[in-house]
């Protein structure tokens, strides 16, 4: 069974901090890695992929892939309130018939008090 | 870019009754849809991947009979939960991965909330 793990929180930091979200993965051989937001109520939104190793820059988001130790992170800097919501992280199963579909993590719910 | 649309995005029905929810990828083809369902304050669960011509592939414990997919185009996918009941009350979402552009990327539709009376 190929998992993603993630601490499902809440996480809590003040605003304009740094929210450090972490992720971990069972399949060694997954290549596609992603983050997606979700707030209450909502379908899920992608706000960062990463293929490679080492750190990918959007804006406040920086996502963090460490292949060897099947480890993912997403750092959101100057968090802002609005950035408050679940983060689901995401692995592209390198599994047989399920290749390429997504395997969720049970998300961390973050949240940024003013 | 990448968006993805679903219709409707809110149903109520009674018991015993059909439910059809379309999706639909408005500015790019995408190769695979995805079923997902979500209870509250739970975690996404795959319900079912469809391919454009082809036979849904449905998730263990899913009754392909209960869920009917059918994609008919590389921009429409479609679920019918036939004969609804109070249990099958939940969030429908659908995503659908791109026929180009960075690989396994998947964009999610807006979702679709069914209450089963």
């Known amino acids: 069974q190929k998992e993603v793990e993630q601490n499902s929180g809440p996480l809590s930091v003040p605003e304009g901090a740094i929210a450090s979200l972490n992720c971990t993965y069972s399949?060694?051989?997954?290549?596609?890695f992603f983050w997606y937001r979700q707030y209450s109520g909502k379908s899920p939104e992608l706000i960062m992929s990463?293929?490679?190793?080492g750190d990918k820059e959007d804006g406040r988001f920086t996502a963090q892939l460490n292949k060897a130790s099947q480890y993912v992170s997403l750092l959101i800097r100057d968090s802002q309130p609005s950035d408050s919501a679940t983060y689901l992280c995401?692995?592209?199963?390198?599994?047989?018939?399920?290749?390429?579909?997504?395997?969720f993590g049970k998300g961390t719910k973050l949240s940024v008090k003013p | 870019g990448a968006v993805v649309s679903q219709h409707p995005s809110r149903v109520i029905c009674k018991s015993g009754t059909s439910v059809k929810i379309e999706c639909r990828s408005l500015?790019?083809?995408?190769?695979?849809m995805f079923w997902y369902r979500q209870f509250p304050k739970q975690s996404l669960m795959l319900m079912a991947t469809?391919?454009?011509?082809?036979?849904?592939?449905?998730e263990q414990g899913v009754e392909k009979d209960k869920f009917l997919i059918n994609h008919a185009s590389l921009t429409l996918s479609t679920l019918t939960v036939t004969s609804a009941h109070p249990e099958d009350s939940s969030f429908y979402i659908c995503?659908?991965?791109?026929?180009?552009?960075?690989?396994?990327?998947?964009?999610f539709g807006p979702g679709t909330r069914l209450t089963v009376l």
């Open positions: 399949d060694r051989g997954s290549q596609s």
């Open positions: 995503s659908a991965r791109p026929i180009s552009g960075p690989y396994n990327e998947q964009f």
């Open positions: 469809s391919n454009e011509g082809s036979k849904a592939t449905y």
């Open positions: 500015d790019f083809q995408a190769t695979t």
């Open positions: 995401a692995v592209a199963s390198n599994y047989g018939g399920s290749q390429g579909n997504l395997i």
């Open positions: 990463i293929y490679s190793n």
